[in-house]
């Protein structure tokens, strides 16, 4: 049956239930759910809450049952440690059911929360599904984060037990892993019970002062787990994300919505089909990496690539090229940022002659704004539709996009495309207005979300409904700003909130704000995400230091910046900190960020009615704009 967009999105607004249960049904569930969309007692929407499936069976066994075992699952390809591997759908299978069995043996249920600190290695993949064959929840947290950060995540989730290894390789360094998780378990206040360590042959170490286990050994002694089903409404994991606040925001996402929009999003938005090769350049700590290594490409029967390394310096900036032309790459998916990095290295492009990638058919950019210059030169180097899109961890899959499944629609620069099926995207005004074609707003999507978007937060139904749905009821609070316009085009703008976005990475000014604020010298401070050529934003600090405090601004720039590192991590890329006299306000006491960042971006501001001290505003840009 042939159909298109617009047919398809007006279905899916007017007659969601319908809509989504048609794509439920191209998979193989335990047994078919009966509710495709209810709501809970507080009023939250469920999608297919009396369905039963397994969304580990679906990535891997079901492929298996339908003749596709010798097909290439995964494919491993690590620059920093010169190892290639590939694992069929079988081999894939086999591994998943057995780590499953060494967590079964290390007392894992169904809904046990597992932590998973890992680097970009097939265990981790591994790990993550054998969770889901289980029922079991993982929460993957990203190797930048320092000990503090999951030690949060440890309290929030309470896991069973944290499944490491040794270290981590960032281009040429090697970065322990286990003292930091010796300082999370020490820091957290719940105790998992054990943790499993996999021995990584650049760094043999041991977990010290809590119990674990080897990962090797286990596995060697283990039988493989029989799969768990479970209701589609059952967390298949949580995964932590920056809000407003020092606390990150446990974003919950379900087995059944899950994996039908993946299914759906890899057809309809990436146009792959089962058996192609899509590979997406992130790491598993993010949510792209989530769906987009793991989840979808197997969902889909693809082969996926995890890669690890950087796209430049591993070795070098054809690094990327290389693995896309190697592995026959057919849908490539990036950030921004990857790109930048690789223009500046090599801005002619002469890396890519000594790699074709013929297999290539499509780019895709998300994770931050798309700048239209880095579009235009990715799109003439490799000669493909060069597609952004737009979602967010709450999401787990694009809201906004050209879903090239329907056939390639015209881009517009500077737009991640139109909405997806599904997905009712407005800008609101101030007071809920929906605002009229390029008219700036708070982008809002009209409840219910479609499938596997979050149905809370973890154990947080107060600051779900807080953060996402009170604003403007009725519809959900996306955190960014922007307009639709005369077309149906959306142009996202930028987060209307303190969170930023600092090469493709999300992170919270408050949580850095929080550490600074902890120096003993500092009387007040703010954090302000200001453009970075490169990483699209980065962080810096403003202090104001106690009052007859002997410190110099080189000796306190340094011990903050270091304490941001151990406490956040070297993710934050906190690099800069200055030291004012005083910080502009309101007369009520709140800290003007946002003008502070314009003036830093040299972009217009209009101070409001409400300043406590103009004269405040000229030495902050006195203080930015100084030369360096
Ligand atoms: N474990 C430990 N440390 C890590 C880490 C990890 N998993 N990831 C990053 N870091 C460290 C880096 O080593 C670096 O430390 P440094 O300050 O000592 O150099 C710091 O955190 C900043 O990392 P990063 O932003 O990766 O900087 P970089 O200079 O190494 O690389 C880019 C720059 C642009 C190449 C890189 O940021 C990039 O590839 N960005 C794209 C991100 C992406 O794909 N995001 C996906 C989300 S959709
Ligand atoms: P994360 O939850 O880490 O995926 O980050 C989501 C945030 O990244 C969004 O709220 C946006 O601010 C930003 N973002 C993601 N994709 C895009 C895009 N294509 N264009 C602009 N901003 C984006």
Not at 42 to 55: P, S
Not at 385 to 391: A, F, N, Q, S
Not at 473 to 501: A, C, K, M, Q
């Amino acid at each position: 049956m042939t159909t298109t967009y617009s047919h398809d999105y007006q279905q899916s607004l007017a007659a969601p239930e319908d809509f989504w249960a048609e794509q439920a049904k191209l998979l193989a569930w335990k047994k078919f759910p009966q509710q495709i969309l209810s709501q809970n007692e507080r009023g939250f929407y469920r999608w297919y809450a009396d369905g039963e499936l397994n969304t580990a069976h679906l990535a891997l066994d079901f492929h298996v049952e339908q003749g596709r075992g010798e097909q290439a699952a995964l494919i491993y390809d690590s620059p920093v440690t010169q190892q290639k591997q590939s694992f069929t759908y079988r081999e894939l299978r086999d591994e998943v059911a057995l780590f499953a069995g060494v967590l079964q043996s290390k007392g894992v249920e169904k809904g046990d929360r597992v932590i998973i600190y890992m680097p970009m290695i097939p265990q981790t993949l591994i790990a993550m599904l054998a969770c889901a064959r289980l029922g079991a929840i993982h929460s993957v947290v990203f190797g930048g984060f320092a000990a503090h950060e999951l030690a949060i995540r440890i309290d929030d989730a309470q896991p069973k037990l944290i499944l490491t290894a040794t270290c981590g390789i960032e281009v040429q360094r090697i970065v322990p892993y286990l003292p930091i998780v010796k300082a999370a378990i020490a820091e957290a206040e719940h105790k998992p019970e054990a943790a499993i360590v996999y021995q990584r042959p650049q760094l043999p170490d041991q977990l010290e002062g809590s119990p674990s286990f080897d990962w090797d050994k286990l596995r060697a002694v283990a039988t493989p787990a029989p799969i768990t089903w479970v209701k589609a409404g059952d967390p298949l994991y949580i995964l932590y994300t920056s809000g407003t606040t020092g606390k990150p925001k446990g974003i919950v996402r379900d087995h059944g919505g899950h994996a039908v929009a993946l299914k759906y999003s890899m057809d309809m938005i990436y146009g792959v089909k089962p058996g192609e090769v899509y590979w997406a350049a992130s790491d598993v700590g993010w949510v792209v990496g989530h769906s987009y290594i793991v989840y979808g490409p197997l969902l889909h029967g693809c082969t996926t690539v995890m890669f690890e390394g950087k796209p430049i310096k591993t070795p070098d900036p054809g690094t990327f090229w290389r693995v896309i032309g190697e592995h026959k790459v057919n849908v490539f998916f990036t950030a921004p940022t990857a790109i930048r990095a690789i223009r500046k290295e090599d801005p002619q492009a002469e890396y890519k002659k000594q790699y074709p990638t013929p297999s290539l058919r499509a780019l895709f950019l998300a994770g931050e704004r798309c700048d239209v210059s880095t579009y235009e030169w990715v799109k003439s180097v490799l000669e493909v539709p060069v597609i952004d899109h737009w979602w967010q961890t709450e999401s787990g899959w694009p809201m906004i996009a050209n879903m090239t499944g329907y056939g390639f629609d015209k881009t517009k620069p500077g737009s991640a495309g139109k909405a997806v099926c599904g997905f009712d995207i407005r800008a609101l005004s101030g007071n809920a207005a929906i605002q009229g074609p390029n008219q700036e707003g708070a982008i809002c999507i009209k409840l219910p979300l479609p499938p596997s978007c979050l149905p809370t937060l973890w154990r947080n139904d107060d600051r779900f409904e807080r953060g996402y749905l009170s604003r403007f009821p009725g519809w959900y609070l996306s955190g960014d700003g922007g307009y639709v316009d005369e077309d149906g085009y959306i142009f996202i703008t930028g987060r209307i909130d303190d969170v930023i976005n600092v090469a493709g990475h999300r992170l919270s000014t408050a949580e850095m704000e929080e550490v600074i604020a902890a120096h003993p010298a500092v009387a007040e401070c703010a954090v302000i995400g200001v453009a970075d050529e490169l990483r699209g934003q980065v962080p810096i600090g403003l202090v104001v230091l106690q009052e007859g405090v002997r410190i110099t601004e080189e000796t306190i720039a340094k011990e903050l910046i270091q304490s941001v590192r151990e406490t956040v991590g070297p993710v934050a890329y906190f690099k800069k900190v200055f030291v004012a006299d005083r910080l502009p306000k309101t007369r009520s006491g709140k800290i003007l960020r946002k003008i502070m960042r314009c003036i830093a971006d040299r972009a217009p501001y209009s101070p409001p009615s409400t300043i406590e001290n103009p004269v405040v505003l000229d030495e902050i840009k006195a203080l930015l704009l100084a030369p360096s």
